[in-house]
């Protein structure tokens, strides 16, 4: 399989929840990221996992975690949702030692 | 400030022009540069990576990197309506996977 698919595509969850978004990376890759994108904006660095281990973190809070698996498949978890969270999330994937990441349609999660 | 600023347009040129697009940044450490097309409620695709100064040419599209001045390009000739996305530049430094990314510019090519 080629190319990274992420689950659910679309979510609402009301303020306070938790939420888990999926990832399944392209094939051969393993190093995974994950961003938010305000509708407008840019995305914004969460988090990046090469072999099973956190490597880097962006601005976020610790309600926002991460696991990556021996497949290199990957979760985001957000806990306490707030209503700024509403935004679409993306998983990118890449073999290391390689920038150009390859993005996920994401999931586009709406906090009521 | 940013650490990238990309002017979010939007552009709208006739068919079969050159479309420009043009962001700066702050970080000199910013060695690998990209240009991704995001149509809309999709992903984003990259389209171009570079690494350190220079220009790159992929068919219809050429980036150009000039890092004394901290400007990146992306030029699309002979532009379609299928051209007409959200175009992202984003950079990052030889030590960090961590992309950083420009708001976008929304491009339509109109037929």
């Known amino acids: 399989e080629t190319g990274v698919t992420q689950s659910p595509t679309h979510l609402i969850k009301t303020r306070g929840q938790q939420v888990t978004l999926r990832c399944s990376s392209q094939s051969g890759h393993n190093t995974v990221s994950w961003y938010q994108q305000a509708l407008g904006q840019g995305p914004q660095f969460i988090f990046q996992?090469?072999?099973?281990?956190?490597?880097g973190r962006g601005n976020f809070p610790p309600r926002f975690s991460g696991l990556q698996f021996p497949n290199y498949s990957s979760e985001l978890n957000v806990n306490a949702l707030e209503l700024d969270d509403s935004a679409l999330y993306l998983c990118?994937?890449?073999?290391?030692?390689?920038?150009?990441?390859?993005f996920g349609s994401g999931t586009r999660l709406t906090v009521v | 400030q940013k650490e990238v600023e990309q002017d979010p347009g939007p552009l709208s040129v006739p068919e079969g022009a050159i479309v420009s697009l043009n962001c700066t940044y702050s970080?000199?450490?910013?060695?690998?540069f990209m240009w991704y097309r995001q149509y809309s409620r999709k992903g984003p695709e990259l389209l171009m990576y570079?690494?350190?100064?220079g220009n790159k040419e992929d068919g219809r599209f050429t980036a150009q990197v000039d890092k004394s001045s901290k400007y990146i390009s992306l030029f699309i000739r002979d532009s379609q309506p299928s051209d007409s996305a959200t175009y992202l530049c984003a950079m990052s430094d030889v030590n960090d996977y961590k992309l950083s990314f420009g708001a976008g510019t929304t491009v339509t090519v109109r037929a």
């Open positions: 570079t690494y350190s100064s």
């Open positions: 970080n000199s450490a910013f060695q690998y």
């Open positions: 990118a994937s890449t073999d290391r030692g390689v920038h150009g990441y390859t």
């Open positions: 996992y090469y072999r099973e281990e956190e490597n």
